[in-house]
């Protein structure tokens, strides 16, 4: 291992680049891709120009370094919301509310943001596509069935894409009226159809009177 590589794991250094990652994933979470610029992520970590090169000399650097701290941040999320079912709750809505809360903390949005960009840009597409096919099985593995308590096969495939897909443009939508009880409403509805295609309890219509 050369010397410059020896510096930069230095503890001091990972704590910086940790920093610096940090600051990457909340400003593009909160301002977008393309605003959250490397001067702009140096800014917010309180480093220099030079410091910020030191640690990542290229935008591509930066962003490969970013796209696998925000998934290692979002799949540490997604399995304490699997581990974490409040006794006497319903495991369906138990699930979908933690996937709804998910949606909106910082590293989901961060990814959310980072897909948008990818949508036009194939280096930021590539990047995305192991961590987009890891999550992939997440949703389908052990994590999230442990939310769901739902079996296997395709109809409980089904109704894990249903709503996790449904939560997903959700949280992407905007809704111009009536805001908080649109959302309240479709919510009910996720929840009710997640329940007919798991075939519990005895919910056989959509819309509840």
């Excluded at 961060?110 to 597409?125: M, Q, S, Y």
């Excluded at 999550?135 to 994590?143: E, K, L, N, S």
């Amino acid at each position: 291992m050369d010397a410059a590589r020896l510096a930069k794991d230095t503890p001091k250094s990972q704590k910086t680049r940790a920093r610096i990652l940090d600051c990457a994933m909340r400003l593009i979470a909160e301002i977008g891709y393309h605003a959250a610029t490397n001067p702009a992520i140096a800014d917010a970590a309180g480093l220099t120009r030079g410091a910020m090169l030191y640690h990542f000399p290229t935008r591509e650097a930066l962003v490969e370094a970013a796209v696998a701290h925000i998934q290692a941040e979002r799949s540490t999320l997604f399995r304490a919301a699997a581990e974490n079912l409040p006794a006497g709750a319903d495991v369906t809505e138990h699930a979908i509310d933690s996937y709804w809360d998910l949606l909106h903390s910082v590293p989901f949005q961060a990814f959310a943001e980072l897909e948008a960009a990818g949508r036009v840009d194939p280096a930021i597409r590539a990047l995305l596509a192991p961590a987009q096919a890891e999550f992939d099985r997440a949703q389908a593995g052990d994590h999230f069935l442990k939310i769901l308590h739902a079996g296997a096969g395709p109809r409980f495939q089904a109704s894990r894409d249903l709503a996790r897909f449904m939560l997903e443009g959700l949280a992407r939508s905007t809704l111009t009226y009536d805001k908080d009880g649109r959302k309240e409403r479709l919510l009910a509805v996720i929840k009710r159809a997640t329940h007919m295609l798991n075939r519990k309890g005895d919910i056989q219509d959509l819309w509840p009177e």
